[in-house]
C-alpha cells in the first residue's frame, strides 16, 4: 500500500534526477568505477565482444573496441570531458544570455533594439551549421568548444528572460523601487532577477540536454573533442566504420547519450510543471 | 497596410541575410591559410607570395569582406580548390539533394507527429496518451547520428532491405528521412500536444459543447484550428534544425547533399566551397522563416488585421 | 370549468446535488437543490460565488468535466426528458437547440479565428439541418436581430473586431438561433459595463417575448435582477435559501442573507437625506469541503437561532407571504429585522 502510493507519486523528472545523478557520480568518480584504463590498448583483445557481466575479471562488460580499449571505462571518462564542457557552456551562455535579455528588457530604447535585432540575426542562421563553422574555425580545443556552445545558446535565455523582464516592468514592486530612487542595477538585482529564476532554470536545463547532444555531433563530425579525450561522439565516429561487425562500438555511446538526455529533458519538464503558475 | 508589414519583414530577413554572409565570411576566413593547401608541398615563399597577390588575399580585410559580399550577390563565391569549378556551381548541384531530403523528413515529421499529438490530446486520459508521450520523449532524446547507425545496422547490414548509403532510388532515401524526421516529429508532437491541451480549456471551446456540436466538431474545428498555431510558427525553427542536421545525416548516409559539402569544405579548408554552402544553407533557413511568418499571418485574423491596422 | 389546463414546469430539478474532486477531499458545490421552471418564466438565481448557482446550470446541459465533478444525486427533467441519465447523443442534440447558453466573458468565449458568421452557421446547419445559404441568410437576421450594426458585411467579421458589448450579443444571437425553449445565462452581464447591461438585458428581454423562451439568469448583481425577473431564487452554499415573486424578495424578504444582499445595494442615500456607508454582510463564504451541521449561513447570521446551527432549515412556504415565496429559515425575519430605508 505505501509501495503503490509511493509509485504512483514518482514523476519521470525524478527518475531522470536518478539516472542524472549516477551518471554525474560516475563521471566524477571515474578512477575508483571504470573497471580498465580508458586508453590503454590491448591488441590481442581488439572487438572483443560485450560479456555484459561486471564481476567476469579481465572482460569487458560492454565490448573493446578496434584498438582493444575497454568500451566501458571510455563511456566513463568520456561523459566527463562530455559533462563538463556541457555545464560550463550552459552557465557561460547562460550568463551571457540572462544579461543581455534583462538589459535588453529593462532599459528598454535602441538599447532593445539593437541586442534584440542582434538576436535575431544570429538566431537566422543554423545553429548547427555555426557550431560547425566556428569550431572548425578556431580550432577544437576545450575552451573554444565551450565559447562556440554558449554562442549557440545565449539566445534563447535573452528571448525568454526579456519577455518576462518586460511584463515585471511594469509590476508594482518594481515602480515602487522606482520611485523611491533606487539604482537600476539594485532593481534588477534584487527584483528582477528572483523572479526570473523559474524560467531560467527550465531553459538551462533543457539547454544542457541540447548542447550534450551538440557536442556529440561535433565530436562525430570530427570537429569536437580531439583524441586521445575519450568522448561519446567520437567513439560513435570510429565505431562507424565498424558497425557491421562490432556494433558495440557505436550502440553503447549512443545508448549513453539517449540516456543522459533523456534524463535531463524528464527532469527539464518535470521543472516547467512545478513552476507552471497555472498549476 | 498589408505591404509595409511585408517590407518590414523583407527588411529585417534581408539584415539577417547580411549578418549571416558576415559570419561566413568571418569563420571561412579563420579557417586557415588556403594558400599552403592549395600549392604543392615544397613551393617556394615566393610561389606563396605570388599566389596570394593573384588571390587577392593580401588586400586588407575589410577590403576582402566588401569584395565577398559583393560578389556574393552576384552569385560568385570563388573557385572550389578541390573540385576546381566554381563554388555556386557545386553547391546549385547538390541543392537539390538536400531540398529532398529535408522535405521528406519534414513531411514526415510533421504527419507522424501530429498524429501522435493529436491522439496524445484527445484521448488523454487513456492508455494510449502516455504511448505517445514516451514515444515523442525518446524521439528528442535520440542523437541523430546515432539513429542513424542503427537504423543502417538494422535495415541494411542485418536484413539487407535498404541500401545504408548514396542515392539514387527510392529506397535510398527511406533511412536518411526516417533518421531526420524523427526528431521532427517529437518536436511536433509534444508541441500539438501541449497546444491542443491548453486550447481545449479555453472559454470558446465550452461554447462549442454548449452549442451541441458533435466531438469530431469540436475539436477540427475549433480546437485544432486554434492549436495548430504554434505549431506553423515553430515549422520555420524545424526547417532550421533540418537543415542543420542535415549536415550529420548526409555525412552518416553519405547523401550527396550540400550539407556534405560543407563539411567536406572544412576537412579540406577548401573555403570557396564552405562559404558558398553555408551561404546557401543560411539563406535558406532565412526565407523559410519568411514564408512561415506570412503564412502564420494569413492563418491567424488576429495578426493579419492588427498588423495591417484595419480595426 | 375553465379550459384552462395547469402548465407543466419545462424545467423540474430534484434534489441535485454536485460534488467535485480536490487534492484535499470533495467539494460540495450544489446540496439538493429543487425547484421548477415555467414555461416562458424568468427566474434569476442570486448568490455570491461558491453558491453553487453556476455549477448548477452547467449541470443541465451537463457541461461540467466528468471528472472532476460528479453528479451524485437528483434528477433534472427538460420537457419530460430526463437529463441525467440521457445518452450522449441527446444531449448533443439538446445542447444548442433546446436549451442555449451564454457564458460570462464575451472576450473569451468566441473563437478567434472563424468568422462570426460560422460561428452562428454552424449551429443552425447542426440543428436545424439548413443548407448553406439559408443559414447565411439567416445568420445575418440574427445579428441583426441583436443589433449589431451593418450586419450583412459584418458577418464576415471576427471576433476581435467587436466590443464586448457586441461579442455578448453575438453569443446571444447564437444561442437563441435555434429558437430554443430555455435560455441560460451565466453572468451575461458581470463582464459588462452599466450602459452595455442595460442594452443587454433589455435585448434578452426582447428576446423572450419574441421567441416564447423562458429565462434562467444566474448573477450576483441585484440590480441586474429587479431588470428582468419573474421569479427570484437566491442561493448559498449550494442550497436555495429563499425562492419567490420578485417583488416579494425585494419587499417582504425573510432570510436573513437575502436581507443582506438588500441591505448592501448602496443607496446614494436613505430616507432622510443622509449618506450611508456601504453595508457588507460579515465574515466569510463557508468551505464547501465539510457541509456545516446547520443552515450554511448562521455563522454570518445576526438572528440566527440555536436551532440554525445544529439542523439545516428545509425549503418551505413562508408564513404569512404571498403563495409560491418559500423560504429555508428556523427564524422570522419579519420579528427580527426592519429593513432600513425600505419601499
Redesign the interface.
Known sequence: MIATSFLKRIQ?GHVGLLVLAIVALLAIFAPLVAPDNPVRSDLRGRLAEPTLSLTAVGTAPLGRDQLGRDILSRMIYGSRATLLVALCAVVVGGVVGVTIGVVSGFAGGILDRILM?IT???L???????A???V???GANFFNLIVVLALTSWTRYARIVRGEVLQLREREFVLSAVAAGASAWRICVKHILPNIMAPIIVVATLEL?RVI?ME??LS????GMQPPTPSW?RM?AE??SY??RA?WL??F???G???V??SI??IGDWLRDVFDPKK | MLYRYLLTRLGEALLSLWGAMTIVFIAARMLGDPVIMMLPMGASPADIELMRKTLRLDDPLIIQYLQFMWNAVRGDFGMSFQFHRPAMDLVLERLPATILLAVSALIIGIVVGGFLGFVAARWRGTMLAPIATVLALLGQATPVFWLGIILILAFSTSLGWLPSGGTGSLSHLILPSITLATFTAASVMRLLRSSMIEVVSEDFIRTAWSKGLMPRAVYVRHVMRNALLPVVTMVGILAGELLGGAVITETVFAWPGIGRLVMQGIETKDFAVVQAAAAAIAAIYIFVNFVVDLLYMLIDPRIRLSRTGRA | MTDARTPKPLLQIRDLSVRFKTDRGHVHAVNGVSYDLMPEETLCIVGESGSGKSVHALSILRLLPEPPAEITSGSIRFDGQELLTASRQAMFDLRGNGIGMVFQNPMSSLNPVLTIGKQITEVLRRHMKMDGKAAHRRAVELLDRVRIPNAASRVHSYPHEFSGGQRQRIMIAIAIACNPRLLIADEATTALDVTTQAEIIQLVRELKWEQSMAVIWITHDLGVVAGIADTVQVMYAGGIVERGPVDAIFNDPRNAYTLGLLNSLPDVSDAHGARRSLRQIDGMPPDLHVLPAGDPFAPRNPYATQRCFSEPPSLRQAEGAEPGHLVAAWYDLRKLARREGAA
Not at chain 1, 537566422?124 to 555555426?130: E, R, V
Not at chain 1, 562525430?220 to 570537429?223: K, W
Request: zero cysteines.
Open positions: 519521470g535585432r535575431d540575426i544570429q537566422a542562421f543554423p545553429l548547427m551549421l555555426l560547425l563553422l566556428m572548425a574555425a578556431m540536454g547532444v556529440s555531433a562525430f563530425l570530427g570537429v561522439g560513435l565505431g562507424r558497425v557491421s556494433w557505436a550502440a555511446p549512443g545508448l547519450i539517449m540516456l538526455v533523456l529533458n524528464l
